[in-house]
C-alpha cells in the first residue's frame, strides 16, 4: 500500500539479495524509518521489541529469521537452535510457530548445502501467498460492505469500527482487517473508520490511522472506551478486527479489548466480523478462552506513555503513581457466540466447527487424523 504516495512492503530483502528489510514499526506515525536484518538475533529482536508485529508479518520475519541463522551454519543443530529461539519471541500469534514448521519441515529434509537457497525461496514464497491471501480477504469482505452500503442513503459512508492494527502494516500488504477497506475505497463505496486507539501500545492512533490517512480513507481515532456509546447511538454499522488465534471452534484471540468491542457489538446488533488468513487458525485448539496462551508484556507499557512534538524530539512520561503496580496482558479471546463470520481467503463462514471445516475440509481432517 501507499506511503506519502509510493507503494511499499512491510517486509522484503535489501538489494545485496539477502539482508533483510523492515519497516521499523516502534517508530511511526512520528518518522518512516527502516531498519536492516542481519543476523537470526536481529529478527528475533524485532519480533520481541515489535519494530514487526501483527499475526501474518510476525511468521513472515520469523521466516526469513531462519534464512540468516542458515547463511551462517546449516547444520541440523544450528536449524533446531534457530527454530526454538524464534518460537520463544512471542507467544499468542499462530502464524508463528506455522511459518517456523512450515520452513522447518521443507529445510530439514534437505541437505545443509542446499538450504539456505530453499529457505529464502520459500520466505518469498510466503510473503507472496500472504498478500494474494489478504487480497482474497479483501475480496470477499467487500461483499459485506457492499451490501451495508446499499441499504443506506445514497452517498451516505458505511461506518466501520476496528481495533489494533489489523492493516497492511500487520501483514505484507492489505491487511485483513483493512482489505475489504481499502477494495470498498477502490469501488468507489464511501466508508469511514472508527479506529480504536488500542491502549497500551496504540496501534490503531499510530499505524491502522497512518495507514488510512496515506490511503486516503476518511477515518476518526477514537478512545477505546467510546465504542459502546457510538454503537448504542447507530454511528457503526459494522466491526471488523483481525485476529493473532482462531481455534477450530471459531473463538478469536485478538489484541486486549476486543472481546468488550463484540459484547457492545452484540448488545447493540452491530454485525461482528474478524478477518483472518488459515495461517491464523489453530486447529489443534477448541476452547480458545482455556487454551490460548495470553502474552503479558512489560508493565511500563502501561504505567508510561511516548509522545513526539513537531520538532521531532520524543519524550516517555508516566501516567500512574510511582508505585502503583500496572498489569499489561496484550491479547484476550472473544467468544466465538460473540463473531457474526469470519472472513478468510476462501470465503466467509460462521464462527463454528462446521463452518471453518466447510471451507478448511483437508486441513480440518488432518487435524482430526
Ligand atoms: O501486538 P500486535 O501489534 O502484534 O497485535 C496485533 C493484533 O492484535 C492484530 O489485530 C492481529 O495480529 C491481526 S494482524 C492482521
Request: aromatic share 6%; proline share 6%; net charge negative.
Amino acid at each position: 500500500m501507499l506511503i506519502d504516495g509510493e507503494p511499499w512492503r512491510t517486509i522484503g530483502l535489501a538489494e545485496d539479495g539477502w539482508r533483510v528489510t523492515i519497516i521499523d514499526q516502534t517508530r511511526l506515525p512520528h518518522a518512516f524509518v527502516t531498519a536492516t536484518l542481519e543476523t537470526l538475533e536481529d529478527a528475533a529482536r524485532a519480533i520481541e521489541i515489535m519494530q514487526v508485529r501483527g499475526a501474518p508479518l510476525i511468521g513472515a520475519t520469523a521466516a526469513y529469521g531462519l534464512c540468516l541463522a542458515l547463511r551462517a551454519d546449516a547444520s541440523d543443530g544450528a536449524l533446531a537452535a534457530a527454530c526454538a529461539r524464534l518460537l520463544r519471541t512471542r507467544p499468542t500469534a499462530v502464524n508463528l510457530r506455522w511459518a517456523i514448521e512450515d520452513m522447518r519441515g521443507r529445510l530439514a529434509a534437505l541437505p545443509p548445502g542446499e538450504r539456505v537457497a530453499a529457505a529464502y525461496a520459500r520466505a518469498a514464497a510466503i510473503c507472496e501467498e500472504d498478500v494474494a491471501i489478504c487480497r482474497a480477504i479483501g475480496d470477499h469482505g467487500l461483499a459485506l460492505i457492499r451490501a451495508i452500503a446499499a441499504a443506506k442513503p445514497a452517498g451516505e459512508p458505511v461506518n466501520i469500527l476496528t481495533h489494533c492494527n489489523a492493516g497492511w502494516l500487520a501483514t505484507i500488504d492489505w491487511g485483513t482487517a483493512t482489505a475489504p477497506i481499502y477494495r470498498a475505497r477502490q469501488e468507489g463505496i464511501p466508508v469511514h473508520v472508527w479506529v480504536d486507539e488500542t491502549r497500551p501500545r496504540n496501534q490503531g492512533a499510530a499505524l491502522t490511522a497512518f495507514e488510512l490517512l496515506h490511503e486516503g480513507v476518511p477515518h476518526t481515532v477514537i478512545v477505546d472506551n467510546a465504542g459502546g456509546h457510538l454503537m448504542q447511538h447507530g454511528m457503526v454499522d459494522l466491526c471488523i478486527v483481525g485476529t493473532d488465534r482462531t481455534t477450530r471452534t471459531g473463538d478469536v484471540a485478538n489484541k486486549i479489548g476486543t472481546y468488550l468491542k463484540a459484547l457492545a457489538a452484540r448488545d447493540n446488533g452491530v454485525p461482528f466480523y474478524v478477518a483472518l488468513p488459515s495461517t491464523t487458525i489453530d486447529w489443534s485448539l477448541t476452547d480458545g478462552v482455556r487454551e490460548i496462551p495470553i502474552e503479558q508484556r512489560d508493565p511500563r507499557e502501561v504505567t508510561e506513555i511516548t509522545g513526539c512534538a513537531a520538532d521531532g524530539r520524543c519524550t516517555t512520561v508516566r501516567l500512574t503513581p510511582e508505585g502503583s503496580p500496572a498489569a499489561n496482558y496484550a491479547f484476550d479471546v472473544t467468544p466465538a457466540r460473540y463473531v457474526t463470520g469470519l472472513v478468510t481467503e476462501r470465503g466467509l463462514c460462521p464462527a463454528t466447527a462446521e463452518g471453518l471445516a466447510a471451507l478448511f475440509p483437508e486441513r480440518a481432517a488432518a487435524a482430526a487424523g
